[in-house]
């Protein structure tokens, strides 16, 4: 073992015993983010870097498991990366199918589909909803895959689904309007009934969220990363707990 690696090893263990088990989040979503920069890099196609990606999944949910995360939302596909070409779009598909899969064949995780199910792929949709149903008794982690996801289209959703629930109901628009809130949106995302994110992590060194989780992440504490997705390790992880516990939240406050 390198020297380098060593010394990783142990101030990897030593920032895993520092941290506070009751200050750390219970829900973490997280920007898959470099896979392509990280390809490019290292003279590869875009198709390596993606399978990098996916490899590092299972692992990183591991992470999270042992760290006491109760939920992670992993971004794989925006709607926005769907305009991709489609070779590259075709096999990031098959990539991400074989991810889901590896998730569910696990056996310790809840699979749940963030996103609209109308701009996939059959083939993709058909192995995210046999993934839920494989995994739907599991008392585990919940693990939402985010795919075909936009912030802004999710809010869209949101509002269409709500204003038809209202219009079976007989609601006249002006009543509506009277009674509308934020819970009544938040009861019509593709996240309802779940808690928000507490702790959002982007890799790849950009410092912004792209649309993830807009309304979800309104008091979410950020941890911008420089690492590329398939780089990512352990101790990135940890530092970004870490930074996640010195924190005070306020809320908005």
């Not at 399978?51 to 992470?63: C, D, Q, S, T, Y």
């Not at 309104?218 to 420089?226: D, K, N, P, T």
Request: glycine share 8%; proline share 4%.
């Amino acid at each position: 073992m390198a020297l380098t690696d060593l010394a990783y090893g142990v101030y990897e263990r030593r920032l895993a015993r520092s941290l506070d088990p009751a200050k750390l989040p219970r829900h973490v979503g997280v920007i898959l983010d470099g896979n392509r920069r990280w390809a490019r890099s290292a003279g590869f196609e875009p198709s390596t870097g993606h399978e990098r990606g996916a490899a590092k999944i299972v692992e990183f949910l591991g992470w999270c498991d042992d760290a006491g995360v109760k939920l992670v939302t992993l971004w794989m596909l925006s709607t926005d990366n769907l305009a991709r070409p489609a070779d590259e779009i075709e096999a990031l598909v098959t990539i991400i199918e074989r991810a889901v899969d590896s998730i569910a064949d696990t056996r310790r995780w809840r699979v749940h589909l963030v996103g609209a199910p109308d701009v996939l792929p059959a083939s993709l949709y058909r192995t995210l909803k046999d993934a839920s149903d494989r995994t739907a008794d599991i008392d585990g982690m919940l693990v939402n895959v985010a795919v075909g996801y936009g912030g802004r289209e999710e809010i869209a959703d949101a509002v269409r689904s709500l204003l038809a629930e209202h219009s079976e109901a007989g609601t006249s628009l002006a009543d509506l309007s009277e009674q509308l809130s934020v819970e009544h949106i938040s009861a019509h995302l593709y996240t309802r009934g779940q808690p928000d994110p507490d702790l959002v992590i982007r890799t790849s060194g950009e410092q912004r969220l792209s649309g993830f989780l807009m309304w979800q992440s309104a008091h979410s504490e950020f941890y911008f990363c420089e690492a590329m997705w398939p780089d990512f390790r352990r101790v990135d992880f940890l530092r970004a707990l870490r930074a996640y516990e010195q924190r005070e939240r306020r809320f908005g406050g």
